[in-house]
């Protein structure tokens, strides 16, 4: 027998176990669950408007001689960043890119003189007065001498200068390029051929009939040592454009290589290693069935010239992803297939190989058949990136001050295709009462904003002595040099209503955040 007061203690401790257990039971029964902090879902409107943005769009076409050299003219830069008449169009267009050939006419067999660097330091910087930016090309020839040769509007000796000649002109541009980097949009290759599209060389093989039809192993490498010459003369953040996507496989994975070659993978994308810096124009787009030769074969020492429109398509559609991908249309016999949907297929063939650019000079054969049939509007608008606000998931209650602000943004891309040069996305918080503001980098890549929506999840640590008071939020896009960053010409604008503040390129979020 237990003595009285065991009992009293064993009663005790059976009282206390049913009550944990009654405890714990009744948790099970009704979980305590977690509440979120409360938020805000801001819906924005999209805009239907047409109107400028950065590396994009429809370029203006220029050219010289570098024997008597016509500087660009900064004021008229300046207007076609406004929206201008088409050259020989029927359509207006925002021009914010502008094409800059230069024939170097007379420097075939000689180094380029200072007044030629000059001349071409000068563009750079009218350019940069303008807000516009610069795609540039060199070569040696426009002309076109007929003959009685097979091709007959077109016979040798075409102009263009030899290898060393070319390497040698490189080199002494490359200071320049490294400079002014950026107000260079991307270069193409150039250089080789008549009009620098690699063709009609005297130096680097002839494909056409004039020539032996097709390329040899050495055209290949001497036309690689030039590209390879270009790209290291440009800053690594800059690309180059090649005339057929063969060039790149052969530049990439050498002058044997298949047409089967692999293109760009999202992890080989945008790392700056060559292969991630070689993009493509098309100075033929949608002209015939295979653009007038951008697909073909071009064969090699061992091979023939064969057509290959469906694998090197493909290859250019998958690579153009990650690249800079434009040019022009130059003949209106292939149709409707040039056409606006749904006879043709313009803006699919345009959405699928991400085109960022195209002139507005030429064809306009083509082009105003767009305007004609209404889908002009739609490639003025969708030619490179167009960035939409969707909505955005904000907190509702106040942040103190040195702690995380976070919040998601859904942006929509509907343009053809991402951004194919770097650029910060900045939010800016600025103070109602002070108008001070507090500018944090986000962690994320606008080159990798494809086509379609992206999802960015904002996190920021607010500074400790940020003052207490009501902010407004901004989303910035600025260039990513400094020597453009506070130009609000260099930002990209979003395709919202209320959202864009012209004064400082800002995109409002229509937000304000209370700090504490």
Not at 268 to 275: C, N, Y
Not at 363 to 387: H, P, Q, S, T
Not at 401 to 414: E, S
Request: proline share 4%; aromatic share 12%; net charge negative.
């Amino acid at each position: 027998m237990f003595p009285s007061f065991m009992k009293k203690y064993l009663l005790f401790i059976t009282v206390i176990i049913s009550a944990i257990a009654f405890v714990q039971c009744n948790k099970i029964g009704n979980p305590i669950t977690y509440a979120p902090p409360a938020t805000d879902t801001i819906y924005y409107d999209e805009s239907s408007d047409d109107f400028a943005n950065p590396e994009r769009g429809f370029y203006r076409a220029t050219e010289t001689y570098a024997s008597h050299y016509e500087p660009l003219d900064a004021e008229e830069m300046k207007n076609w960043r406004s929206l201008q008449q088409a050259d020989d169009g029927n359509y207006k267009v925002y021009s914010t890119l502008v094409f800059r050939n230069i024939i170097l006419d007379g420097f075939t067999h000689k180094n380029l003189t200072q007044d030629v660097l000059d001349n071409i330091s000068n563009d750079f910087k009218a350019a940069r007065e303008a807000g516009v930016k610069l795609i540039v090309r060199f070569c040696y020839t426009i002309t076109s001498n007929s003959g009685a040769c097979p091709e007959g509007f077109i016979c040798p000796k075409y102009g263009d200068a030899p290898k060393n000649i070319v390497l040698a002109h490189i080199a002494q541009l490359k200071p320049l390029l490294q400079d002014n980097a950026d107000i260079i949009a991307c270069m193409q290759m150039g250089f080789i051929g008549t009009w620098g599209e690699n063709y009609y060389s005297d130096y680097f093989g002839d494909p056409s009939s004039n020539g032996k039809g097709k390329l040899l192993d050495k055209n290949w490498s001497d036309k690689n040592e030039v590209l390879k010459a270009l790209l290291d003369a440009l800053p690594q953040s800059r690309m180059v454009q090649v005339r057929t996507p063969q060039m790149k496989q052969r530049y990439v994975y050498g002058v044997n290589a298949p047409t089967s070659s692999a293109a760009l993978t999202d992890a080989q994308a945008f790392d700056e290693s060559d292969m991630a810096r070689i993009g493509f124009h098309n100075d033929c787009f949608l002209s015939s069935p295979n653009d007038y030769g951008t697909y073909d074969d071009y064969g090699n020492s061992s091979s023939s010239r064969a057509d290959a429109y469906s694998i090197l398509h493909l290859y250019a559609a998958a690579d153009g992803k990650y690249t800079v991908v434009g040019g022009e249309t130059c003949d209106d016999t292939y149709s409707p297939e040039n056409n606006c949907e749904n006879s043709g297929k313009a803006q699919t063939e345009m959405a699928n190989m991400h085109y960022s650019f195209l002139n507005c000079a030429y064809n306009n054969d083509v082009n105003n058949d767009w305007e004609a049939e209404g889908c002009m509007d739609a490639i003025k608008k969708n030619l490179g990136y167009r960035l939409i606000l969707r909505d955005g998931v904000f907190p509702k209650g106040p942040v103190k001050a040195g702690m995380q602000l976070a919040f998601t943004l859904d942006i929509n891309n509907v343009g053809y295709a991402s951004p194919y040069n770097a650029r910060p996305v900045q939010l800016v918080m600025r103070n109602q009462s002070t108008k001070q503001e507090f500018v944090y980098t986000i962690d994320t890549d606008i080159r990798k904003w494809y086509s379609g929506l992206t999802s960015l999840t904002i996190k920021i640590i607010t500074q400790n002595d940020m003052p207490h008071g009501n902010y407004d939020l901004f989303l910035n896009l600025p260039d990513a040099y400094a020597s453009l960053s506070l130009n609000p010409a260099y930002s990209i604008r979003m395709a919202n209503t209320n959202s864009w503040e012209e004064a400082t390129g800002y995109n409002a979020l229509n937000k304000s955040v209370t700090i504490q």
